[in-house]
């Protein structure tokens, strides 16, 4: 007796958001085009959310964490970590990219670089996941930024605490308690937005 084979279930792959609005295409150079594009754009935003910010004592507060989160979403994990490498670079060679009228190393070097430095973690991350479908759904959306807010205050507080030698307690005081509703508050409309506009632009998800 032959075994019956049966037919597997065709699943169609999911896009990030960013490719769902604007496709891939075969051509070579219009690929390199549209990830260039993509990513000028990406550290557009991310220097423009640096400059909203509010003065604290150690770490401004700004609305960065909410734009890197939503580039993973939208792009995927290799074009939203590649936007935040690319954004720390900008600022490495003296573009006044961060928080506030600087750029060049002081600020990778200084009590934000933990954070600057985790924003790539936190794109890939949620950029990852975002690929495998968490970006349909707001409530898996909200964990998967949640996760990406954990990697940025996780590498400003360690570096705060031992790089900066700040200690553990004040780097809780000055690099975590100051920002946690903030961050709720964001790592919220970054999951309510995105799903939305994907079901704008996508009704199938």
Excluded: C
């Amino acid at each position: 007796m032959s075994a019956r084979i049966l037919p597997e279930s065709v699943v169609s792959p999911h896009y990030p958001l960013a490719a769902v609005l604007w496709p891939h295409r075969a051509d070579g150079s219009s690929a390199l085009l549209r990830s260039v594009v993509l990513v000028v754009l990406g550290t557009a935003l991310l220097t423009l959310s640096a400059k909203v910010n509010l003065p604290l004592p150690y770490v401004p507060m700004t609305l960065q964490t909410l734009v890197v989160l939503v580039i993973g979403a939208t792009y995927g994990w290799r074009l939203g970590s590649a936007t935040t490498v690319a954004y720390l670079a900008e600022g490495a060679i003296g573009f006044p990219v961060f928080a506030g009228p600087v750029g060049g190393l002081a600020p990778l070097v200084g009590p934000t670089a933990g954070y600057l430095f985790g924003f790539v973690a936190a794109a890939f991350v949620t950029g990852w996941l975002a690929e495998r479908g968490w970006d349909r759904s707001v409530f898996r959306l909200f964990v998967a930024m949640a996760l990406g807010h954990i990697l940025i205050l996780a590498a400003g507080f360690g570096w705060l605490a031992f790089g900066m030698k700040l200690g553990v307690e004040k780097a809780w005081l000055v690099g975590i308690a100051p920002f946690i509703a903030a961050s709720l508050i964001k790592n919220a409309l970054g999951a309510a937005l995105v799903p939305a506009v994907r079901r704008f632009f996508d009704p199938r998800g």
